[in-house]
């Protein structure tokens, strides 16, 4: 099918016959105008408060008759409506609401969807209400009314859902199917919590079109009401939207696999299979909406406080009327005239913005003769190819030397599971060689325990995952769990390494490091506090 969209059509077009029905039977019916009725509105609020009547008496299981709906009319119109009737008359029009309305005269009721899958008109029966017949004190024969499915969907689609559980409510339907393997009403589910998303990015770029024009106009209120929603959606962490898609993607390889090396699927595994693919498409949108949903909430809030802050300094601003400050009283005494320039100097005590010219870009632009004279008197020679290489060359020694230092202190944790700064210290007493490995320079060694002391535990799992999941940018700056992961999967049975452990003992002792270079190259001692770095392993947490 080309539009997917168009699938199911016919019971998107019941919900609305339900409401169509209802709107052709009243209009096209003159007995309105005997109780003064006259305007489709009165007739719909009274059409749905004995709907609502009906529906309360049906769930309370009690008798739902003419006389009861006759009594409660009576009370409905007298008391809010403000329409005096006898009861007789309020049973009368009672009848015909049900009756002639609900249940058009006792002949079946149609509406007709268009079937795009099937190319015909399907007829859709619609029925709001059914009878049956009770014995009211035993031997009283009367009909009692009750909802039917269509009735009850008809009401509970007029009162909506309040906007912050849609989402939750069609994510645990998504949730359902998926682990019932309904993959084609799984679809549905995840098309509507990306339109669900969609919708709500549009209201935060109409809400920031709307402080642009004119911040006076959005009320206060409407931004506490958008920004509730924006973190009530975002609250739903694009992560559990990653977890159905690694899903996803699990059974979709387990059906391809199947496919190709056990046999062929059949027709309703195909299908599945192609709902998968189109799950795991609308999941990464979804994923994407939320990023834009993050981004847009930010940018609406610095908007918003923007605009306002430029309100409040227009209103210090003083002002006056051109025409009767300066126009009148110029043409009442000419003579003034000549000191309009004490009245206008203000105007142009700011300097007017710059404005970039994209015209005069590709002009050829002559330089000036001051401008000209200062070319000549210095000419510099700078090469900046050779300044960049130097500059990436010298980012590239000192990445190299936090590399050095990281390696050392992972591989030494590695030989025994655990190691710590004091027993560093006496290593590096007797092995000086390895003092400029573990401490190239003052600087970097600080940042580096910094960097693990903040971390406390690093997760080498979830870091792959992360990286297998997102685009990183390689910048040339010292990244300590970019660094560490590339460090941990250099060395040997790498891949068992499942978390690096960092804690901060507390000793009366500091560890004592001397003759350490600083940046300038001067000898220093560096006192700090014992470190304790605990290497886990895959097998270790199993046990």
């Known amino acids: ?48 408060a004995v709907l609502l009547f009906i529906m309360e008496q049906s769930l309370k299981e009690e008798n ?13 119109l007298s008391r809010y409506m403000k329409k005096s009737f006898s009861f007789e008359e309020c049973r009368k029009l009672g009848d015909f609401i049900v009756n002639v309305i609900l249940c058009n005269e006792g002949r079946p009721m149609y509406f007709e969807g268009y079937d795009f899958e099937q190319e015909q008109y399907k007829k859709i029966h619609i029925s709001y209400v059914a009878n049956k017949i009770v014995y009211l004190d035993q031997d009283i024969r009367r009909t009692s009314y009750y909802l039917t499915d269509d009735g009850y969907n008809l009401l509970l689609s007029t009162l909506e859902v309040e906007s912050n559980m849609k989402l939750t409510i069609h994510e645990m339907i998504f949730q359902m199917h998926l682990k019932k393997q309904n993959y084609d009403k799984a679809v549905d589910e995840i098309r509507n919590i990306f339109n669900l998303m969609r919708i709500q990015l549009q209201k935060i770029q109409e809400a920031m079109g709307r402080i642009k024009r004119n911040a006076l106009e959005y009320s206060v209120k409407d931004y506490q009401q958008i920004l509730k929603e924006n973190l009530d959606t975002l609250s739903e962490t694009k992560e559990k939207f990653q977890n159905y898609r690694e899903m996803v993607k699990s059974r979709m390889r387990e059906l391809e696999e199947q496919n190709i090396s056990v046999r062929h699927l059949t027709e309703q595994e195909a299908g599945s299979l192609d709902s998968l693919r189109t799950i795991e498409q609308y999941l990464e949108r979804t994923v994407d909406e939320h990023q834009k949903i993050l ?21 210090m601003i003083q002002r006056f009327s051109f025409r009767g400050e300066l126009y009148d009283k110029i043409l009442k005494n000419p003579g003034a005239l000549k000191n309009t ?30 401008n000209k004279d200062e070319d000549t008197e210095e000419e510099l ?12 060359k010298r980012q590239r020694q000192k990445l190299k030397k936090y590399e050095n ?12 599971g655990e190691t710590d700064l004091k027993n560093l210290a006496d290593m590096i007493k007797e092995n ?17 325990m910094v960097e693990l002391i903040r971390a406390k535990e690093i997760d080498l ?22 660094m560490l992961l590339q460090l941990v999967e250099q060395i040997p049975d790498g891949e068992q390494i499942q978390r690096v452990e960092i804690t901060r003992l507390e000793e009366k002792e500091p560890v004592l490091f001397q003759n350490i270079p600083d940046e300038q190259g001067e000898k220093r001692s560096v006192r700090c506090s014992n470190v304790r770095i605990r290497i886990i392993r895959n097998e270790e947490e199993m046990l």
């Open 1 to 48: 099918m080309q539009y997917d969209f168009l699938k199911n059509f016919p019971k998107r077009m019941k919900s609305v016959g339900l409401h169509g029905m209802i709107i052709q039977n009243s209009s096209q019916k003159t007995t309105w105008k005997q109780y003064g009725i006259q305007s489709l509105e009165e007739q719909m609020n009274l059409i749905f």
């Open 64 to 76: 739902c008759t003419m006389d009861d709906i006759g009594a409660y009319l009576d009370e409905l």
């Open 295 to 315: 981004s847009s909430h930010f940018d609406l809030k610095a908007l918003y406080t923007r605009e306002l802050e430029l309100l409040s300094q227009m209103s």
């Open 341 to 370: 320039d004490i009245f206008l100097k203000p105007l142009f005590n700011r300097e007017p913005d710059k404005i970039y010219n994209l015209n005069k870009a590709f002009h050829y632009q002559k330089l000036s003769e001051k």
């Open 381 to 392: 020679d700078f090469d900046e190819e050779h300044f960049r290489k130097e500059k990436e």
């Open 405 to 416: 230092s990281l390696g050392f202190l992972l591989d030494t944790a590695k030989k025994t």
């Open 432 to 448: 000086p060689e390895d003092q400029e490995k573990l401490l190239p320079d003052v600087e970097i060694f600080k940042e580096i």
């Open 461 to 482: 799992d979830a870091l792959k995952k992360e990286r297998s999941q997102y685009i990183q940018d390689q910048t040339g700056d010292f990244r300590l769990n970019r």
